[in-house]
């Protein structure tokens, strides 16, 4: 196969991801999750994000079926003292427990007399997606969440003994999922799109 036969073939199949990812439902997520080498694999390969300055201003925390029991309990303890509402609470925990991997992204800025803070915290949003558009394009399942627990500044302190400047990006929530996807309504080039 020639280069750029082999090109156009890489580029059309990259384009048909992006024209149709999405996200899957967390409610449909479920085991087998995958390996660790494979997850070692696809986190390297979503490392690769905007930096500007290379402070790499993030860190990844992985929540594995082996320390999710660990995770529920400060959850659920946390959820109490804030009186989290029981439904919200048992919504939770069965994404949790359901899904075989949640990785947790943490915006940690670096002081830097160059590079604005915002700019690092869009850099570790991109991660989020990042990460999560690998796993999708890997073949699993995979949902970016947000809500309480990457809200609440003590939780994340319990949990991911965040430091004073760093704070929750997202959940992104992997796992296997069997249903057939169907398409959302899209907003429309025209109506978000101009020209200058």
Known sequence: ????????????????????????????????GPREEEIAEIIKSALRVPDHGKLEPWRAVLISEESKNK?????????????????????????LLSCPLIITIICSPK???KIPEIEQILSA????LNVLNNFLASGWGGNWLTGW????????????????DEFVA???????????????????VADKVSWF
Not at 71 to 95: C, H, M, Y
Not at 125 to 128: K, R, V, W
Request: with cysteine; hydrophobic share 35%; charged share 30%.
């Open 149 to 164: 627990m990457a809200h609440d500044r003590k939780f994340g302190e319990q949990a991911f003994n965040l430091s004073a």
């Open 125 to 128: 949003g991109a991660l989020c």
């Open 71 to 95: 995770f529920l309990t400060i959850v659920e303890n946390r959820a109490q003292q804030l009186s989290i509402d029981p439904g919200k609470l048992k919504k939770n925990r069965e994404n």
């Open 170 to 188: 997202g959940y992104i929530y992997v796992g296997s999922y069997d249903q057939t996807l169907t398409e959302r309504p899209r907003p429309a």
């Open 1 to 32: 196969m020639k280069w750029m036969d082999l090109k156009m073939t890489v580029n059309e199949s990259t384009k048909k991801f992006f024209a149709n990812r999405r996200s899957v439902s967390v409610k449909w997520l479920k085991g087998p």
């Open 111 to 113: 002081r830097s007399e």
